[in-house]
C-alpha cells in the first residue's frame, strides 16, 4: 500500500505537500519543468518587486528624454517602437509560459511598495493566469515615527484590498516579527487571506572592510531555522484551521523536516536552499523518502499525521510556549573533563 500525498493548498489539489517556494529555478521555463516534474505539488515563483519596475520605467524615461528640450531633431533621434516590455510585462510572459509548459499549479508572487502598486500588479497577475497569489510582505520599518499598529494596520489594509481585487487564492508572506504574532496571523485571514506562509527570511546585509562599504549576502538556509516556523504553525493551526492554509517555510530540506511540517499542521512544506543546493531532483528523493516512512508506519495519508503534534494534540502543548525556554536552557549538562 503506498500513502496518499495529495493536499489541498489555498483551496488548490496538490499531488504532494513539497512545493517549490520562490527562488532562480521557478522563474525560468526549463527548470520549473523540472521542479515540476520531480514530483512538487506547486510551484511558487520569484517575486515581481514594485521597485524593478518602477526603476526600469524611470530609467527609460530619462534616456527617452535626453536632449529633447535643446535640440529640435532631437525628437528623431530615436526610432519608432510598438512596444516596450517593462519587468511587470516580462514577468506575466515568463508565467504564462511556465503555465503552458507544468502540470501543477503555478503561484505568482509579489511584493509592492505603494497601495496602487499592490492592486494594479495583482490584477496583472491574475489576469496572466496565476493559479493563486501570494503577497510577499518585505519591508523593514526605519522610521522611528511609525509604530507597531500603524505597520500592522498598513499590511492589513493591504491584504483588504487586494483581496477586494482580485478572485484567486491568496497567500501572504509573513515575518515572525509582528508584535502579537497569532493575533496578526488570525487578523490577516480574516482580512481575506486564504492561507499563511511562515516564515519570510529577512536578508541582512554587511560591510565590507576592505571597501568600507555596505554589501549585499545571500546564504541558504538550514534545517535548525525551520524550528521557528514549526512553533508557530503548531499554534496557528487551531486558531485559523477552518479559514485557512498555512504552508512552513525555511529550513525545509528533507523529507524529516516535511514530515515536521506536516505534524505540526501545515498543509504544505516549502523548499528552496535545498534545491539550489541539490537540483530540482532532490525533491522526487524528498517525495520517495516521505512515502516510504508513512508507508512503513502504516499511515494511509498525509491527512492522518498532518496535525498530530500541534499544540492542541500533543502531550505537551507548553512545549510551545514558554516553559520550553526553560527546559531548554537546563537541558544544557556540565562538561566532565
Not at 535626453?66 to 532631437?74: K, L
Not at 497577475?125 to 515615527?145: C, I, K
Request: glycine content about 6%.
Amino acid at each position: 500500500m503506498t500513502a496518499d500525498l495529495s493536499t489541498r493548498y489555498l483551496g488548490l489539489d496538490l499531488r504532494s505537500p513539497v512545493v517549490a517556494s520562490a527562488s532562480p529555478l521557478t522563474g525560468e521555463v526549463d527548470s520549473a519543468v523540472a521542479i515540476a516534474r520531480a514530483g512538487a505539488g506547486a510551484l511558487v515563483m520569484p517575486s515581481l518587486w514594485e521597485e524593478e519596475v518602477l526603476e526600469e520605467e524611470l530609467a527609460l524615461n530619462r534616456g527617452l528624454e535626453t536632449g529633447s528640450q535643446h535640440f529640435a531633431e532631437a525628437l528623431t533621434y530615436f526610432p519608432a517602437v510598438d512596444e516596450l516590455l517593462t519587468a511587470a510585462d516580462r514577468y506575466c510572459q515568463t508565467l504564462s509560459d511556465i503555465k503552458q509548459a507544468v502540470d501543477v499549479p503555478v503561484i505568482a508572487s509579489l511584493n509592492a511598495s505603494s497601495a496602487g502598486g499592490w492592486i494594479r500588479y495583482a490584477k496583472e497577475l491574475e489576469s496572466a493566469g496565476a493559479d493563486a497569489l501570494e503577497l510577499n510582505l518585505y519591508h523593514v520599518v526605519a522610521d522611528p515615527t511609525v509604530d507597531g499598529a500603524e505597520v500592522e494596520a498598513r499590511d492589513i489594509a493591504t491584504i483588504q484590498k487586494v483581496r477586494a481585487e482580485v478572485g484567486v487564492p491568496l497567500a501572504v508572506k509573513l515575518s515572525p516579527y509582528y508584535a502579537s504574532f497569532t493575533n496578526f496571523g488570525v487578523a490577516a485571514v480574516d482580512a481575506g487571506a486564504d492561507g499563511l506562509v511562515l516564515f519570510n527570511r529577512f536578508y541582512q546585509p554587511d560591510l565590507d572592510m576592505d571597501t568600507l562599504g555596505v554589501v549585499a549576502t545571500l546564504e541558504l538556509s538550514s534545517p535548525w531555522e525551520l524550528r521557528l516556523p514549526l512553533r508557530w504553525i503548531a499554534i496557528l493551526r487551531t486558531k485559523i484551521a477552518a479559514h485557512g492554509s498555512l504552508a512552513a517555510t525555511s529550513g525545509v530540506h528533507s523529507a524529516v523536516d516535511v514530515l515536521k511540517a506536516l505534524a505540526v499542521g501545515a498543509d504544505v512544506a516549502m523548499m528552496t536552499s535545498a534545491l539550489l543546493r541539490h537540483g530540482p531532483g532532490h525533491i522526487n528523493t524528498v517525495i520517495t523518502q516521505l512515502s516510504e516512512w508513512l508507508d512503513h508506519r502504516e499511515y494511509v495519508s498525509t491527512d492522518q499525521i498532518r496535525g498530530s503534534m500541534s499544540y492542541r494534540t500533543t502531550d505537551d502543548p507548553a512545549s510551545f510556549e514558554r516553559a520550553q525556554y526553560y527546559r531548554a536552557l537546563h537541558s544544557w549538562g556540565t562538561p566532565t573533563s
